[in-house]
């Protein structure tokens, strides 16, 4: 890292002027449109803010900008330390020009005004005019503190946590809600390509197996396919012998003949959007008979899921319909034993398959979860207190233009399976003796991402293969 | 990404103790022989926090982890959440225990217990407990301000920024910047892996530059090699095709034969020490005379002031040194034209290598940089308003164990060279027609870390080709 000189250059110097192209064009068109349709549902104005760089180290060191994901949908643009304020379809533009000085750090920056024109906004202002146009606005919370204390005083009013609005900032979230859960054609262009590149990532992952010594190792593989198409990962990436632990962000256990390796592991393209993919491979190339007969139950599963997905149908049903699938393969197994419905009312599946079979979406990898549930949950839902239903988050009917993900899996967890009190209550309905048999299998998970379509339904990761032979030729084998 | 059920279980469940190794007893013995040292040079009490993780996008999903400095300085380990007590050599921990839930999340987590027993702590406490112990301590204020609220209201008084302490914050900042100034043998062993995985990285970028399309493409494979060891990058890489933007963040310039690929990228370790290189190549494999010719003048620079590395040295005036041969080399090439002595009186050299020669590397990769100048500059010495010389971040006199970067370079920063001012200025001494013919050196930086030591220095990076002929063989010849 360099250091420079010129603190306070006090001259500005001509730099080429943004070339306006075609997908400049595209992008207006965009921005004007989901404008419109906010203007059809508020009648109050809204300022969105971007949000900042925020020090890891010291000031100057920074992790990676990301912007607000509301601020991105309408702007379009991830700027730093900007804000927009929308109103009966306009849009204004609040953002300072870089000083003069930063242009030796970072090179030429456009300018507001060019970015103005870039986004299609009706006027462009420094952020020092943004108090005087606060009033009556509505916003949605940043998670960044600094920030919410910025918005509090522009708006000159205190502030509630996004999760829980009050208000017209309520009504702005339910408005954006209804925008963002269905993804116009520029959304789509955008998770296509985030798709695409997970894809690819996945097979990089299974090729460099093989010759990986640990964990990192794949990791690795595949998160160079994403850093080299210029995306960075939507979400820290899972790539793990430890499936069980379903947040592991840890890489550094050795991969040994006879493991599975699960990898959840999903792009995010540049201008936010994401992609969600999980796969479970044989570190050998090759499943073992109990790994192979857990892998073909889940992906069972995966399978009769994606293809109930239909605009109409109740996301919830879904969840259900893996929790039988599920149910059904360990009785077949002779892990669970029991009437299959029954097994499911009492939540006998979510011993194994211990989360929800997906949630939405879009700028967000669990897209606005910021919101909380009001996202999620279809107004007036809320949570069930029940151990297999509670975990959802996604309940709502299925619409054209949704992107969720379908992510079945089996998991052993120490913490649930050697509870007392759930061994006691599950006594007579897991055969414990038949589930020793598959001690090789920690944990497994397929996902992918399904696009909710008029037809029904469109898997934008479906070039990833799923079956069990695929995958084991993709692997290789093991030197 | 999945989600997970049980929100509030109520029993723990068993895990293996961590075991202690070797490598702990060597951790615990670093550790307090830093406290010792701290002990030796304050008779207060101190309390470091580690900080928190940050949202990215929603509280779930959060930037990794990444502890203050200072905290793992004295702790050895990047806890989340949790802070130190010190005083008169004794450790104290503060630290929650996990919520059993999360064991589900991020698996079987170390109890409070053994952590302390693996640092080697006096007594371990939860963190409701630190109120109590709080009086009269000195701490040193971190970035982010959420923690830093909880540390004016632990210490019950108001807290200044790190970079401007008071009253017992400063002594404590200056005893910590007098034991951090000189690494010990622990944290030798840590920059050295830091540096070694840095040199294979910036090898592996080389060896992927035939093949890539655009700069991504190189950063993927520089970064690969950083992820495949487990450890992560020390700050955002640069790898551009445009070196004159000293701090360039993107990746997305195709590779085009004729451009030099400027890579400033280095690993942090696990334990969170830094590495800082930088090498700069054609992309075609070959240098053009005139790039060639540029490099060999920053060469002759940067292997001249590593020479002169010693302790008792006046890091300063290896700068100036760097800014000597500089001016010799440009005057030689008919950049510039006058006397040496004369043109780095008048800065003239500070046209083309913008910025210091270096600065302190250690936890940080400009290290200690949270508290302004207090660890780059000697006491009593402040910034210099001179063009050449107020950028320099460091200024002390070298001694045994300090860590620096040396890194000349050589920049046609546009903002600076059409400047009309700085024309008229140096209108005499800029040879304009001769730079004209060095179009295709948009910016040269070589880089290495290096130690000083009793016997003179040790590059860290030295096993890092820096000669133009062994650069090119690494790169080899573009398709």
Redesign the interface.
């Known amino acids: ?7 306070n ?1 006090t ?1 500005e ?3 080429l002027p943004m070339q306006i192209t075609k997908s400049d064009e595209l992008l207006r068109n965009i921005l004007h449109e989901r404008r419109q349709k906010l203007a059809s549902l508020i009648d109050f104005p809204v300022i969105l803010w971007s949000g900042r760089s ?11 900008f ?1 912007a607000s ?1 509301h601020f991105l949908y309408f702007a379009g643009l991830p700027l730093e330390n900007a804000a927009i304020r929308l109103e009966s379809g306009k849009l204004e533009l609040f953002l300072d020009d870089a000083d ?1 000085g930063s ?6 920056m456009p300018k507001r005004a060019e970015i103005a024109e870039r986004i299609g906004a009706d006027a462009a202002f420094p952020m020092s005019e943004l108090k005087a146009r606060g009033t009556n606005a509505a916003t949605i919370a940043l ?4 920030i919410r204390l910025q918005q509090s005083d522009i708006l000159d009013r205190s502030l509630a946590p996004s999760k829980s609005p009050t208000g017209i900032d309520l009504e702005l979230t339910q408005a954006i809600v209804s925008l963002r859960l269905s993804h116009d054609a520029a959304s789509l262009v955008e998770l296509r390509q985030a798709a695409a590149v997970t894809v690819a990532a996945h097979k990089a992952g299974m090729r460099a197996t093989p010759t ?1 010594k ?1 964990e ?2 794949v ?3 595949m ?8 995306m960075t990962y939507a ?2 990436s899972i790539v793990t012998v ?1 499936g069980e ?8 256990n050795p991969l040994q003949v006879g493991d599975l390796l699960l990898a ?1 592991v ?1 792009a995010e393209s540049s201008m936010g959007w994401a992609a ?1 993919v999980t796969r479970t491979w044989p570190v050998s190339g090759k499943f073992s008979p109990t790994q192979r007969a857990i892998y073909d139950v889940v992906l069972a599963a995966h399978d009769a899921c994606i293809d109930k997905i239909s605009p109409g149908v109740e996301y919830q049903d879904i969840h259900l319909l893996a929790a039988r699938i599920m149910a059904a393969g360990l009785v077949d197994l002779g892990i669970l034993q029991g009437n299959v419905d029954d097994l499911v009312e009492m939540d006998a599946h ?1 011993l194994f398959f ?3 079979i997906g ?1 939405l979406i879009g700028l ?3 897209d606005m ?2 919101l909380g549930d009001l996202a999620g949950y279809e107004a007036g839902r809320v949570r069930s207190s029940r ?2 239903l ?4 996604l309940n709502r009917v299925l619409r054209s233009g949704m992107l969720v ?1 379908i ?1 079945p ?1 089996f998991y052993q ?4 399976l ?4 759930t061994r006691a209550k599950y006594e007579d309905f897991v055969n414990w003796d038949e589930l020793g048999k598959f001690a090789d299998v920690r944990g497994i ?1 397929i996902e992918d991402d399904i696009l909710v379509s008029a037809g029904g339904r469109e898997v934008l990761t479906g070039e990833l293969p799923t079956k069990a032979l695929e995958i084991e030729d993709l692997v290789g084998v093991s030197a």
């Open positions: 890292m360099t250091e420079f000189l010129i603190k250059p001259q110097y001509e730099f925020i020090p890891r180290n010291y000031p100057a060191l920074v992790y990676p990301r994901s003069p242009t030796l750090w970072h090179g030429e998670q960044d503190s600094s990986a640990i990192a190792g990791r690795a593989a998160e160079s396919v994403i850093i080299s198409e210029n979400y820290p430890h632990v379903l947040h592991s962000e840890h890489y550094h959840d999903g969600d979510a211990v989360h929800g949630h967000d990898v669990h979860e910021d151990f297999g509670g975990f959802l988050r993900s992510e899996g967890v120490p913490a649930i050697n509870n007392p009190e998970r």
